[in-house]
């Protein structure tokens, strides 16, 4: 049973637009969120993270939105740059310690094209 | 640099033969992780270590896999009768601070033929 779902295997978005990549969870114990990115031969890079108190929290152009009512949570990079082309796993974890294992999605593979 | 390294990049081995793989996570983090990847998933998690102390297994964790981090420092994963469905990218990471996130290595690239 999967807990962290990314239904999205792709997507493909013009350079200076938006790209939204979308994370939806199933287990309510889960406190703490993060995106990582992954390029091809190297481990996934940390890129923003949300607490479940907040619902929103925004790096330069990376974005996190988290509605806990609907266990979603999404990513939003404004503009887009080809450099962003990765796949992005949404990643979960939760427990008064929070340094318990994260639980990752499948992953979205983001196409920026110039 | 001082990431989380983990050797060799990649493994190739025969099946039935036994393989290790090395992390040095980055020296202020107590908290090391394993986990694996396959083809179109994300990472899975195996094992972790806060300090020494090994705190926690997944099931996928068969008893042909054995992990171990002496004096808390680099840490090790050993698989032991390698079948064709240990192929996958062995992940290392490593954290203090859940707010910053856990630091992967680049990981291990398994192939068993």
């Known amino acids: 049973d999967q807990q962290v779902k990314q239904n999205s295997p792709s997507l493909s978005v013009q350079e200076g637009r938006i790209s939204i990549l979308n994370c939806d969870y199933t287990n309510s114990m889960f406190d703490y969120f993060l995106w990582y990115k992954k390029y091809p031969a190297e481990g996934p890079t940390f890129l923003i993270s949300i607490s479940s108190i907040k619902d929103k929290n925004e790096d330069g152009r990376f974005t996190v939105f988290l509605n806990k009512s609907a266990k979603h949570l999404s990513l939003h990079i404004v503009p887009s740059q080809p450099g962003d082309s990765a796949v992005y796993f949404c990643?979960?974890?939760?427990?008064?310690?929070?340094?318990?294992?994260?639980?990752f999605g499948k992953g979205t593979r983001l196409s920026v094209i110039a | 640099d001082t990431g989380v390294s983990q050797n060799p990049r990649h493994k190739i081995t025969k099946r039935g033969q036994n393989v290790t793989f090395r992390c040095d996570p980055i020296s202020e983090h107590n908290r090391l992780y394993w986990y694996r990847q396959t083809l179109g998933q994300g990472p899975e998690f195996l094992t972790y270590f806060q300090n020494e102390a090994q705190l926690e297994k997944s099931r996928l964790l068969s008893d042909r896999f054995s992990a171990e981090r002496p004096k808390g420092s680099f840490s090790t994963l050993e698989i032991q009768r390698t079948e064709q469905g240990d192929s996958a990218m062995y992940l290392c990471?490593?954290?203090?601070?859940?707010?910053?996130?856990?630091?992967f290595g680049q990981g291990t690239r398994l192939t068993v033929v």
């Open positions: 990471a490593s954290s203090w601070d859940r707010r910053s996130g856990a630091f």
């Open positions: 990643a979960a974890s939760f427990g008064p310690s929070r340094n318990t294992p994260l639980v």
